[in-house]
C-alpha cells in the first residue's frame, strides 16, 4: 500500500513539475464528488446514513507531435493510484496502437465510463462492474499492449480492439483481499487477452450491439490463503439503442472458473439493464436492474468474499445543473442471498 500511494504521488508532482517548467503547456482537468446514502430498513452497514466526499479523478490526455498521451490519477482515502496510462500512435481510424495501463476492453460501461463519476448516468457503477479496489470480481484495468480501430461499411461503422498484458493476481491490499492487475510483472508465464467488436447498422439508427471477451490464469498471492489458482473466462454481449430522448444499455457477462488443482468448473453470471429519459436536458430519470447469479463453492469468489447472488432495483433522477455538474437521488432495493434492505442515495458531481 505505501508503495501504491508513494508511487502515485511522485507521478502527480512530476507530472505537476513539468507542466509548470515546459513550453507546452498539459492542460489537467478533474473530477469529483460528494454524497450521502442511508438505509433506511435492514441492513447496518449505512443505518445512521454516511457523508462521503468520492475520489479526486486528475485527468490529462494530449498529443505530443504524433504521440498521444492520456493519465488519469485518482485520489481517495486509501492513498493515490495510477488508474490509467497510455501512450499511443494513430494510424489512421482502422488501426491505433498504444501500450499502458487500461480500462479492461469488457463491454460499454467499463470503456465508456471511467472513474470521473460525473460522466456515468448512476451513482455507483453496477455491483459486479465496480473497481478490484471497490470489491468487484471482474479484472477491468489490464496493463499491456492494445491494437483498436473502427471502418465505416456498407452495414454500419464496425469497431474492433486486441489486447493482450498481464494477468490480474488476489493479493491482500490493506486488510482486504482484492483483485490486483499486476502493474509492473506478471505473476505466472500464461497471459491474458482480451478483445471487443461491436457493430453500429446503418438500418437500425442508434443501435449498437458488442461481444467481448477476456482469458486469463489468475492465482492468488501469499499471505492470501488458501493459495488458488483458476482459468478465467469471461464473456460479453452489450447492447445499447438510443431513440429520440430514450436510451436504452444492457450487458450480460458470462464468467467461468476452472480450479487447476481440481479441475472443476464454476460457470457465474451477472448483467444490467439501464433505461434513461431525458427531459429538456435537465432532468433525467432513469431506472436500473442488475443481478449477479453465482456459484457459492467458486473459489475464485470465496477468496473475494463475493460467493453470494446479488440483486438490485433502483430508481433515480439526475439534474443537469449544467454540463460540468449534476445531482443524482437514487432509491435502492437491494437483496443478497437471504439478506434483503432498501436505502436510497444523494451525490454531487462535478468536473473542472
Given at each position: 500500500?505505501?508503495?501504491?500511494?508513494?508511487?502515485?504521488?511522485?507521478?502527480?508532482?512530476?507530472?505537476?513539475?513539468?507542466?509548470?517548467?515546459?513550453?507546452?503547456?498539459?492542460?489537467?482537468?478533474?473530477?469529483?464528488?460528494?454524497?450521502?446514502?442511508?438505509?433506511?430498513?435492514?441492513?447496518?452497514?449505512?443505518?445512521?446514513?454516511?457523508?462521503?466526499?468520492?475520489?479526486?479523478?486528475?485527468?490529462?490526455?494530449?498529443?505530443?507531435?504524433?504521440?498521444?498521451?492520456?493519465?488519469?490519477?485518482?485520489?481517495?482515502?486509501?492513498?493515490?493510484?495510477?488508474?490509467?496510462?497510455?501512450?499511443?500512435?494513430?494510424?489512421?481510424?482502422?488501426?491505433?496502437?498504444?501500450?499502458?495501463?487500461?480500462?479492461?476492453?469488457?463491454?460499454?460501461?467499463?470503456?465508456?465510463?471511467?472513474?470521473g463519476v460525473q460522466l456515468q448516468p448512476t451513482i455507483d457503477r453496477p455491483e459486479f462492474l465496480k473497481f478490484e479496489d471497490d470489491g468487484g470480481i471482474l479484472p477491468v484495468h489490464i496493463v499491456g499492449g492494445y491494437l483498436s480501430g473502427s471502418a465505416s461499411t456498407a452495414v454500419g461503422t464496425v469497431e474492433y480492439g486486441a489486447m493482450i498484458g498481464n494477468g490480474p493476481k488476489i493479493t491482500l491490499e490493506g486488510s482486504a483481499i482484492v483483485l490486483d492487475p499486476n502493474?509492473?510483472?506478471?505473476?505466472?508465464?500464461?497471459?491474458?487477452?482480451?478483445?471487443?467488436?461491436?457493430?453500429?447498422?446503418?438500418?437500425?439508427?442508434?443501435?449498437?450491439?458488442?461481444?467481448?471477451?477476456?482469458?486469463?490464469?489468475?492465482?492468488?498471492?501469499?499471505?492470501?490463503?488458501?493459495?488458488?489458482?483458476?482459468?478465467?473466462?469471461?464473456?460479453?454481449?452489450?447492447?445499447?439503442?438510443?431513440?429520440?430522448?430514450?436510451?436504452f444499455m444492457g450487458e450480460y457477462f458470462l464468467i467461468k472458473d476452472k480450479e487447476e488443482a481440481t479441475s472443476d468448473s464454476f460457470t457465474n453470471s451477472a448483467y444490467y439493464g439501464l433505461i434513461q429519459y431525458t427531459y429538456k436536458e435537465k432532468w433525467v430519470p432513469y431506472i436500473l436492474w442488475e443481478h449477479q447469479s453465482v456459484k457459492e463453492n467458486d473459489p475464485y469468489l470465496i477468496l473475494l468474499g463475493k460467493n453470494f447472488d446479488n440483486t438490485e432495483s433502483m430508481l433515480g433522477l439526475r439534474y443537469n445543473i449544467n454540463y460540468r455538474s449534476s445531482v443524482k437521488v437514487e432509491g435502492r432495493a437491494v437483496k443478497q442471498d437471504n439478506d434483503n434492505w432498501n436505502e436510497y442515495a444523494v451525490q454531487w458531481a462535478l468536473a473542472f
Open positions: 500500500m505505501k508503495k501504491r500511494v508513494m508511487g502515485g504521488l511522485i507521478f502527480l508532482i512530476s507530472i505537476l513539475l513539468l507542466n509548470g517548467q515546459s513550453g507546452h503547456a498539459f492542460e489537467l482537468k478533474g473530477f469529483g464528488s460528494a454524497s450521502f446514502t442511508k438505509s433506511i430498513d435492514g441492513a447496518d452497514e449505512f443505518r445512521n446514513g454516511d457523508f462521503a466526499i468520492g475520489a479526486v479523478d486528475l485527468y490529462l490526455a494530449e498529443s505530443l507531435d504524433d504521440i498521444e498521451v492520456l493519465s488519469e490519477i485518482v485520489i481517495e482515502s486509501g492513498g493515490v493510484d495510477l488508474e490509467r496510462f497510455t501512450i499511443g500512435y494513430t494510424f489512421s481510424d482502422a488501426l491505433k496502437v498504444r501500450v499502458g495501463r487500461f480500462h479492461t476492453p469488457l463491454g460499454f460501461w467499463n470503456t465508456s465510463y471511467h472513474h502493474n509492473t510483472e506478471d505473476n505466472n508465464i500464461g497471459k491474458a487477452v482480451a478483445f471487443n467488436a461491436a457493430i453500429s447498422p446503418a438500418m437500425v439508427q442508434g443501435l449498437k450491439i458488442g461481444v467481448s471477451g477476456h482469458i486469463a490464469e489468475v492465482s492468488s498471492e501469499a499471505p492470501v490463503a488458501p493459495a488458488v489458482t483458476v482459468d478465467q473466462t469471461i464473456w460479453n454481449a452489450s447492447l445499447i439503442y438510443a431513440i429520440s430522448n430514450i436510451d
